[in-house]
């Protein structure tokens, strides 16, 4: 049986989503590099972090702040770590705000298992970008699929060359599901 596999990305068409900032240390200046939680590996503990608001609204159990970090409720974050603890790191996070508890989610496997055949539309970055060090990644990818006997017995995780994509396996969609979270959507890959 194929294993499926799912784009996990904020539901955009909910009413009253806050917009959260880039990520800061406690005394308010951004962390040095606010893609690190993007890359596909464990970090290195950051110590504690807090998340300006900078649309008042609702925070979901899923959403993104600045740079498309995924930030969860700790209820997605006990679920997640539970059923997928080699590949996912929690960072807690104050919002301020919101008394609840929230977390940065950080995937820990970088996995290069694009479809580019599947996939609606692949553009790769080449020499004459004049970007050296992204030559061979991806510069966009529409329709995004991937191919999931490359993925081995990972349940979430980032895609090699377009690590914006943050992806998760049947069982844990289902589960979210089940657990009844909000602000998540999830796209078939």
């Not at 020499?127 to 061979?136: I, L, W």
Request: net charge negative.
């Amino acid at each position: 049986m194929t294993k499926r596999f799912f784009e996990l990305a904020p539901d955009m068409s909910l009413p009253g989503r806050c917009s959260l900032g880039i990520p800061t240390d406690i005394a308010g200046r951004e962390v040095e590099d606010p893609w690190v939680f993007k890359k596909g590996r464990r970090i290195e503990n950051p110590g504690r972090l807090r998340i300006p608001v900078d649309v008042p609204g609702r925070v979901f159990d899923f959403t993104l702040a600045g740079i498309s970090t995924p930030v969860v409720h700790v209820r997605v974050a006990t679920l997640l770590t539970e059923l997928a603890p080699e590949d996912v790191q929690i960072i807690p996070v104050g919002v301020p705000g919101h008394p609840e508890q929230y977390s940065i989610l950080v995937a820990t496997k970088l996995i290069e298992c694009i479809d580019d055949v599947a996939s609606r539309e692949v553009e790769r970055w080449t020499a004459e970008d004049g970007r050296p060090e992204k030559v061979g990644q991806y510069r966009d990818v529409d329709g995004l699929r991937i191919d999931p006997s490359k993925v081995g017995d990972a349940k979430l995780f980032r895609t090699w060359g377009w690590s914006v994509a943050l992806i998760i396996s049947e069982d844990l969609k289902l589960a979210l599901e089940a657990l009844g979270i909000t602000g998540m959507r999830f796209t078939e890959v």
